[in-house]
C-alpha cells in the first residue's frame, strides 16, 4: 500500500494528494473562515440565499454543510477537489515522473493546502478551470475524447466553474478561441454542450434563491462606482458628478480617496445610490472619454498583481486567508494549538506574497514560457489567464491574490515542473554515468 501511494502514475498520485488535502483539513478543522466564508454559511443557516456569490455556489453549501451545521464538509470536499484538480491538470502538461512531484510538492505548499480548506468559492472555480483545461488540453494532444475526459473533467469542471461569477464566461471566451484550434470536432461540440450545461446548472440553482434584492446587478457595476468616487476625490474631479450625474449626490458625497484602491468610503445616501444605478454606466463612459488615463492608471494602481511589470513596486494583495475570522459563530478549530502553530508555514507564504501572489508576472512567465516552445498547452493556459485577469483588472472592485488562483498555480506548477525535470535528468545523467 505505501509502495503504491507512492508510485508515480497518476491513479497513485490522486491518492496521495488526496490525502495531503485531507491531512491540510485534520490539521485546520473545520477550515479557514472570512467574512464572506460566513457570509455563505449565514445563507446556509437561515435559508435566506443569495445569488450576490452565484447561486450554485449558495445552494451547494446549504445542501453539503447540512443547512449550515457541518460547513467542515464543505471545506473537505473542495480542498480535495484542488488538489486532485490540480493534479489531472499537471499530467496533462508534463511528463508522467516530473507531473508525480511537482503535484505533490504543490499540493504540501499553502496555495493549494490553505486554500483549499477556506470556504471560499474561488476554490471550487479554480478547480473547475483547471479540469475543463485538461479536457482541452487532453482533447488537443489525443485528436481524441474519452468517456472518462467526458465525466470526470469536461462536466464536473463546467458545473465547477459556475460557483463564481465570472468563470461561465471565462471559459465560454477561451471555448471560442478553442475552435480555432487544431483541436478534434467532438471536443469543440462537447464544450458547447457543456457550456449549456453550466447555464442550466445555473438557472436551475437560481430557482432556490429567495432573497428579495439580489446583489448581482449591484457587484457587477460596483467597479465603476469606485472610479468615480476615487475621481471625485482629486483636484481634477471637482464638479464632474455635477455635471456628468445631475441631481445625484455631489463631489462631496461621492469622493473617496479609499476607493481608488480598497473598498469605497464615499458617503452616498441609500436613495442616491438608488437613483445613480440608472446612470453609473453612462456616468463611467463619460470619465473614460474624459480622462483615459486616469481609468487606466487607477485600475493598474488597485491592481498591480494583476500588471505583469512591477510598475508601482511589488505588490503585496490580500493572499492566503489563515484564521476563523469571527467567534462565538459556532464554527472553531478543532485543534487550535496545532493549528497555530502550523499557521507558520501559511504565514511564510503571505510574507513571500510579491512573489507567490504576484499573478501578473506568472502570467507573464507563462507567455515566455509558451514563446519560447510553441506548446499549444502552454497556449490554452495562458489564453485562460489572460481572460482571467483582464476580467480582474477591468471589473473587480479590489485585489485578493485568491481571485486569479488558477494563474499563480498554473504558472508556479509550469515553473516547479521545470525545475523538477531538470533535476530528473540531472540525476538520470549522473546514475547513467
Known amino acids: 500500500m505505501i509502495r503504491r501511494i507512492f508510485a508515480g502514475d497518476l491513479k497513485s498520485s490522486l491518492l496521495r494528494n488526496g490525502v495531503i488535502a485531507t491531512l491540510w483539513w485534520i490539521v485546520f478543522y473545520p477550515g479557514f473562515y472570512s467574512d464572506d466564508s460566513f457570509a455563505v454559511v449565514t445563507m446556509a443557516r437561515t435559508g435566506q440565499l443569495s445569488s450576490a456569490w452565484s447561486a450554485p455556489w449558495a445552494v451547494f453549501v446549504r445542501v453539503f454543510s447540512l443547512h449550515g451545521r457541518y460547513p467542515g464538509i464543505v471545506t473537505l470536499i473542495f480542498g480535495v477537489v484542488l488538489a486532485l484538480s490540480l493534479t489531472v491538470f499537471i499530467y496533462s502538461v508534463m511528463a508522467q515522473k516530473s507531473a508525480s512531484v511537482t503535484s505533490s510538492l504543490l499540493s504540501a505548499t499553502p496555495l493549494v493546502g490553505a486554500m483549499g480548506v477556506t470556504m471560499w468559492h474561488d476554490i471550487p472555480m479554480t478547480s473547475g478551470f483547471f479540469l475543463v483545461a485538461a479536457f482541452m488540453i487532453r482533447a488537443y494532444k489525443n485528436q481524441a475524447v474519452s468517456k472518462s475526459d467526458i465525466g470526470w473533467l469536461l462536466f464536473p469542471g463546467m458545473f465547477l466553474s459556475t460557483f463564481r461569477l465570472n468563470g461561465i464566461p471565462s471559459i465560454a471566451l477561451l471555448a471560442f478561441l478553442y475552435m480555432f484550434m487544431r483541436a478534434p470536432k467532438i471536443a469543440k461540440k462537447l464544450l458547447v454542450v457543456g457550456l449549456i450545461f453550466a447555464a442550466l446548472v445555473t438557472l436551475l440553482a437560481g430557482t432556490a434563491i429567495n432573497e428579495a434584492k439580489s446583489r448581482n446587478g449591484d457587484m457587477a457595476v460596483g467597479w465603476m462606482q469606485y472610479d468615480l468616487s476615487c475621481y471625485a476625490s482629486t483636484a481634477a474631479g471637482a464638479g464632474f458628478i455635477e455635471k456628468a450625474m445631475p441631481g445625484v449626490g455631489n ?119 509558451w514563446i519560447k516552445t510553441r506548446r499549444q498547452d502552454l497556449l490554452l493556459i495562458v489564453l485562460l489567464a489572460t481572460i482571467l485577469s483582464a476580467g480582474l483588472f477591468v471589473a473587480a472592485g479590489i485585489s485578493d491574490g485568491r481571485y486569479a488562483l488558477f494563474t499563480l498555480l498554473a504558472g508556479q506548477g509550469v515553473a516547479l515542473g521545470y525545475i523538477v525535470d531538470a533535476l530528473l535528468k540531472r540525476r538520470q545523467a549522473s546514475h547513467g554515468a
Not at 458625497?253 to 476607493?259: F, L
Not at 492608471?297 to 489563515?322: A, N
Not at 507573464?364 to 514560457?369: H, R, T
Open 251 to 369: 463631489t462631496d458625497s461621492w469622493k473617496s480617496s479609499q476607493a481608488c484602491i480598497w473598498f469605497s468610503d464615499a458617503k452616498l445616501t441609500e436613495a442616491d445610490t438608488n437613483a445613480s444605478k440608472t446612470h453609473l454606466m453612462s456616468t463611467w463612459l463619460q470619465l473614460l472619454k474624459h480622462d483615459p488615463v486616469f481609468v487606466l492608471t487607477t485600475h493598474m494602481k488597485r491592481h498591480e498583481y494583476l500588471v505583469p511589470l512591477p510598475v508601482y513596486g511589488l505588490p503585496r494583495p490580500p493572499f492566503i486567508h489563515s484564521t476563523v475570522e469571527f467567534a462565538d459563530q459556532g464554527i472553531a478549530w478543532a485543534f487550535p494549538q496545532v493549528a497555530n502553530k502550523a499557521r507558520i508555514y501559511i504565514r511564510a507564504w503571505n510574507a513571500g506574497s510579491p512573489l507567490f501572489a504576484y499573478s501578473g508576472l506568472w502570467l507573464l512567465f507563462l507567455f515566455i514560457a
